[in-house]
Nanobody
Framework: QVQLVESGGGLVQPGGSLRLSCAAS????????MGWYRQAPGKQRELVAR????????NYADSVKGRFTISRDNAKNTVYLQMNSLKPEDTAVYYC????????????????WGQGTQVTVSS
């Protein structure tokens, strides 16, 4: 069993930065791939970023490329999402997800999920 707890969300002005953290517990966390997903009001949940279990392969949604960075520290059982140059359209609830590597990130229900943390970008 895996538990995920996100933190680091909040209110920030456009152009600002936030760093989200996801603290994980569970004996098989280091073997999982990880993704950050978000859901904005009135919109479908979408994949933001993902990283493989070893941290060597990352992918990003086109809308966040060059602004967001995903990383993980397996020794600390923690994954991060550094968000820079934030835009109002980044406003959403951000969810941490971990899953076995052979399960595609396109699945919006697979694996384990955190409770979500609110990110609001507004002037």
């Amino acid at each position: 069993q895996v538990q995920l707890v996100e933190s680091g969300g909040g209110l920030v002005q456009p152009g600002g930065s936030l760093r989200l953290s996801c603290a994980a517990s569970g004996s098989i966390f280091s073997a999982y791939a990880m993704g950050w997903y978000r859901q904005a009001p009135g919109k479908q949940r979408e994949l933001v970023a993902r990283v493989t279990s070893g941290g060597g392969n990352t992918n990003y949604a086109d809308s966040v490329k060059g602004r967001f960075t995903i990383s993980r520290d397996n020794a600390k059982n923690t994954v991060y999402l550094q968000m820079n140059s934030l835009k109002p359209e980044d406003t959403a609830v951000y969810y941490c997800n971990v899953r076995r590597g052979y399960i595609s990130s396109s699945s919006l229900t697979a694996g384990y999920w955190g409770q979500g943390t609110q990110v609001t970008v507004s002037s």
